[in-house]
């Protein structure tokens, strides 16, 4: 038990920084609230108790980084188990007599697990560390070219880890060894406290009064320092673990596809920080700052100054330094304090930085949001403008005429049904790249073959059908999505159809996902899943094996986006192909970096290496690959550019799901078509 | 201080272009149509100028097919007043598209006017000195670069060959824009929808233009195509085109 002077002391200390950590947690919410709308209340209590057992069972971290992710589940259990510890703790201080050592069962068994989720505590700090301190990882490392906030520049992630980890070791060491005092003053070592037991035989010589004082320094750096630390919480990025299952409970519940509409259409997107949807805002202070998610970005990894990582940090620091400013409506822009134009413009959309966060962070719909409002100033790289004033004018990306729409039908011998003019089952919706990108026609002609084969009956719409708008509302133009949607979904109202096929995951997307917002609601297959279908219900017969070693590309806005992951391994295998996963897949996959986008601007300067080049690498560090395989048609386009490229042309060939179906099925060729129709007549 | 543009449209060259009946002309029945690109420059070195000091723009067009969208545009774009000019010829040549819009700016007290130097659907690439002339402006063609100082204008033109040269022109003028300062900026599509609801278009008629001395097309083909050319990779490829042509 403390002295009388001891616990005035504590409960003094207890009101003064509880005082001080009040005001912090305060400005936090009124910081947090000055975001812009996001409903994210529906299901609240569903909503926390899932983010308890997720944060419970440590399911989020597990993600990525096994070892790592197993050091801090130790760190995490044990310091869930010491809210006990603590309170334990309080009443030993205040209550005469009170203590566990040599109490019942339920006393034995509280020591047992406050002795090992200790050692768990101060084994896992130990490890991050060295890891932080001795082993540096290159992955807590940001390229020289992306912007970050000064007190970032001079170590404070590090500083801020540094006390972290002292404090963690002085809190939990501490109530360790005060323990060990305690069993050396009751005289025995006690089972249920082994290594506490271990440490206590090393004191077993000391005085009595020695002991004492042992007792009430341990005491005081245990639950004193906890104290003290309260008000630096707010600061700290260890605030994380307050804030994390907050924001895991928060977290999107509306499809992944599916961007959020727009709040204040006449200052659309985020120009300063307070702009972004509330949940945008307090994600800063979920974030630990691990870096996983630039581990995981192309344009990271490409050498381009976007860091989603280094996105977050900045919006914390910046919080940090000027949180009363912001507050009184003085902000300065994101493009100043978080994130460079330049790296606005370098992400993919590709999903991966949202998949891999523990915390439940989105930094791509920040980067999003930033470039709806840059688009809507007019803020954007010429070759952009450019794309999108030709999707305007003529419904593609291309600057084609739309007229040209159907030009790779030319030399198919199929006559393709119109549904403007006929009824048809499957509505095929071809976009933009399977129509007009010249690497893409030929796929496109397959896969009329072997709809044509099989059976289907479908159609196209011709030269009405306009870009699905997908990758339009991920570049920032809101309102040219809008239109592009509004008119094809006015062209899809006049055709006689039942359900929607198409080829590209990035139009699959947009009609699964953003149509129906927009008033637009359809069954769309991809074709993936559609041919599976057609396989198993045996409209498509698979004649002969299709013998060789091939990985697959998981297309971003088929796999990460709308969870497509296992029909086109399936399909692949029934053609039978020996299927080798690349280390990177399903909903690891590496973006080949043309979403959002990119595919329309130029690489950046600082380019290292193309995303796809690197993609391309990892497929042949598979070692006799043959075939590398896509079911997207940007897919197609940037990885039979990457072979050439990246120097691996006849060495790895890239193809679509649909030319091994179109083996498998072995049809008769063109030319063998014609030789029966004339024997025939 | 006040500059004019005059927006034109012109046929959009992706699509493939068809001739009338007679033979002498466009088909425009079925074209698609854009604005012309020199004239997008015209209105953004408008921009500039105003987002570089103070002054109202306006622009101008003759009432056509999709004309309200070009002009919104502008209005998107940070153009502060859009007029229409009804009544009169969308397709009109430079002769006549010069009177109807001499009648329409010389009550709107100009201090500037600002043309596109030229458009694809012209012939001559005259609009700014015919424009000029009727204005009673003097006018300089083929602008690369535009200063505005005290009732001056600095301007720079381009010569073929490379030259340049610097004129200082008194105010009002018109001006022939060969490209503006910065690539003509983009109109989201979302403002200029907002613009559609909040703003409107002043309508204005065209008025006599008179008798219209100018040239007329007899006779419009489509280019006639050649053979083509052959990428020829060796020596030996050389000879045998050679001696196939009957050459050596």
Known sequence: MLSFEEQMAFIFLVIICGIIAAGGFYRIYKIVSSGREDYRFDNIVGRFVKALVDVGLQRPIFKARPLASTFHAMIFFGFSFYILVNVNDILEAYVDGWTTIGGGPVANAFNLFSDIFSVFVLVGMIFFLIRRFIGKPKVFEFNKNVLLNPAVQQGGIKRDSLIVGIFILIHVGSRWLGTAFHLVEHGHSDLSMPTASLVASMFSGMSPEAVETGIHVTWWLAMGLIVVFLPYFPYSKHIHLMIAPINLAFERRTPRGMMDKETNPNEPGAKVLTDLPWKQVLDSYACIMCTRCHEVCPAHNSGTPLSPSALVINKRYYINQEGSEIVAGHEKPLLETAIKEDAVWSCTTCMACVEVCPVGNEPMADILQIRRRMVFEAQMPDELAEVLRNLDEQGNSFGESARKRTRWTKGLDIELKDPTKEPVKYLWYVGDFASYNQNCQDTTRKVARVLHAAGVDFGIVMKGEKSAGNDVRRAGEEGLFEALAEDNIQLLEKCQFEEIITTDPHTFNAIKNEYPAMGGHYKVHHYSTFLLDLIKNGQIELKKKVNARVTYHDPCYLGRYNGVFDAPRELMKLCGVELVEMPRNKSNSFCCGAGGGRIWMKDHDDMTQRPSENRIEEAMSLGDIKYFTVACPKDMTMYSDAVKTSGNEGKLEVMDIIDYVLEAMDLPTEAENKEEESAEA | ?248
């Open chain 2, 1 to 248: 201080m006040k500059i004019v543009v005059p927006l034109k449209q012109v046929p959009d060259l992706v699509e493939d272009l068809e001739l009338n009946d007679e033979g002498t002309g466009l088909d425009y029945e079925y074209l698609k149509m854009k604005l012309n690109e020199w004239d997008d420059h015209a209105l953004e070195e408008a921009l500039q100028i105003k987002e570089g000091g103070s002054a109202e723009v306006i622009a101008v067009a003759v009432d056509g097919e999709d004309v309200d969208k070009m002009l919104y545009t502008a209005l998107a774009k940070g153009a502060d007043k859009a007029v229409k000019i009804t009544g009169a010829n969308p397709y009109a040549d430079n002769q006549e598209l010069a009177r109807v819009l001499a009648n329409a700016i010389s009550g709107m007290g100009a201090d500037l006017v600002l043309v596109g130097v030229q458009s694809a659907g012209d012939r001559d690439g005259w609009l700014a000195p015919i424009l000029a002339t009727h204005l009673n402006m003097p006018t300089v063609s083929v602008v690369t670069g535009l200063e505005v100082n005290d009732g001056t204008a600095t301007v720079h033109k381009e010569y073929s060959g490379g030259i340049m040269a610097e004129f200082d022109v008194a105010l009002p003028a018109v001006i022939g824009v060969q490209a503006a300062r910065q690539t003509p900026r983009y109109a989201p599509v979302s403002k200029v929808r907002q613009i559609q609801q909040s703003a409107s278009i002043e309508e204005m008629a065209a008025g006599d233009v008179g008798d219209v001395v100018t040239s007329t097309v007899e006779e419009m083909r489509h280019p006639e195509k050649s053979g083509g050319a052959r990428i020829l990779s060796s020596v030996d490829e050389i000879v045998e085109v050679l001696k196939e042509k009957g050459v050596v």
